[in-house]
């Protein structure tokens, strides 16, 4: 498997996502599971209008998930530089450097949306960034991520932390020192590190983390995805600041943080990942909160 990561980072980025396009609408449509969940997710969401429009988002989908799949190569093997010379323009990026002209710590909110290993791997390249790492459950997966993430590593390693609370005080300590962090806001957090809150018209639990580390921080928080361009063209980065106030209760900081997300798909909703089980209710969570009658 490590064999065909190289191979697909030797790809151009036109033809590594033309493959990954084409694996994408193959597990489409041989994969009932995958195919089921894209389309109900999407329907839910009420971005898409008649049956026919969902199902034209739901392939045009398929194919950009398969992009993001071989693109993980891409963006793990390629020469750090190669990967950030790939983000052709970006939105926003003045409000960044004012937050670092005033030494502000900043907390990078990139959602399942567009090229987020991209969007990392440039976020990397200018700022100190720690990030917090959940291993993979495959392991062969794992081991090549975490060699592809090492690429331009610090010396001590001190660029990821562990998904324990010994890495939450790790990004703690970097934030309080003036540093940056990338954090994934739509993974499902474990039992007792989210909150029932409302995510496309429907509960999700969704992690209270961003509120945390801006309430012990007083970090700034920018949300921010790679629009992945056609024929390997490149990238689009979007930010879009919140200086929301420390201190918010973590249901109305993971509120607000869904809300955000929520807009970030609304401009590109082809390059989320919809196949997602974003509604699971995690072992040991509470149940969802019922719908108000009447």
Not at 4 to 30: I, K, M, T, Y
Not at 131 to 158: C, Q, V
Not at 243 to 260: F, H, K, P, S
Request: with cysteine; net charge positive; hydrophobic share 40%.
């Amino acid at each position: 498997m490590k064999l065909l990561f190289r191979l697909l980072a030797r790809l151009p980025l036109g033809a590594n996502h033309a493959l990954g396009a084409f694996l994408g609408r193959l597990v489409f449509a041989l994969s009932p599971r995958f195919r089921g969940r894209t389309v109900e997710n999407l329907r839910a969401s009420g971005l898409a209008g008649s049956g026919g429009d969902v199902e034209r988002l739901a392939r045009e989908n398929a194919a950009e998930i398969g992009k993001s799949v071989t693109e993980l190569a891409w963006a793990l093997f390629r020469a750090p530089g190669v990967v950030a010379g790939t983000v052709v323009r970006q939105y926003g990026w003045e409000a960044v450097e004012r937050l670092r002209e005033a030494k502000r710590p900043i907390i990078f909110v990139t959602p399942h949306l567009g090229g987020y290993d991209v969007a990392g791997r440039f976020l990397w390249s200018r700022l100190p960034i720690l990030a917090m790492y959940r291993p993979h459950k495959i392991g062969w997966l794992d081991e090549l991520i975490r060699e592809g993430r090492n690429r331009g590593a610090s010396f001590d390693g001190t660029n990821v932390a562990p998904a324990t609370m010994a890495g939450v005080r790790m990004l703690l300590k970097h934030l309080r020192g003036g540093g940056c962090t990338v954090v994934l806001p739509d993974q499902v957090p474990g039992e007792g590190e989210g909150e029932w809150t409302d995510f496309f018209g429907r509960p999700a639990y969704t992690m209270t983390l961003v509120g945390r580390l801006q309430e012990a921080s007083g970090a700034a928080v920018v949300f921010c995805y790679a629009e992945r361009l056609p024929r390997g063209e490149g990238f689009h980065l979007h930010y879009d600041t919140l200086e929301a106030a420390a201190g918010l209760q973590r249901g109305l900081a993971a509120r607000e943080v869904n809300a955000m997300v929520e807009r970030l798909i609304r401009s590109c909703p082809s390059q989320y990942l919809w196949g997602y089980n974003r509604y699971k209710r995690p072992a040991g969570a509470p149940p969802p909160p019922q719908p108000q009658a009447g």
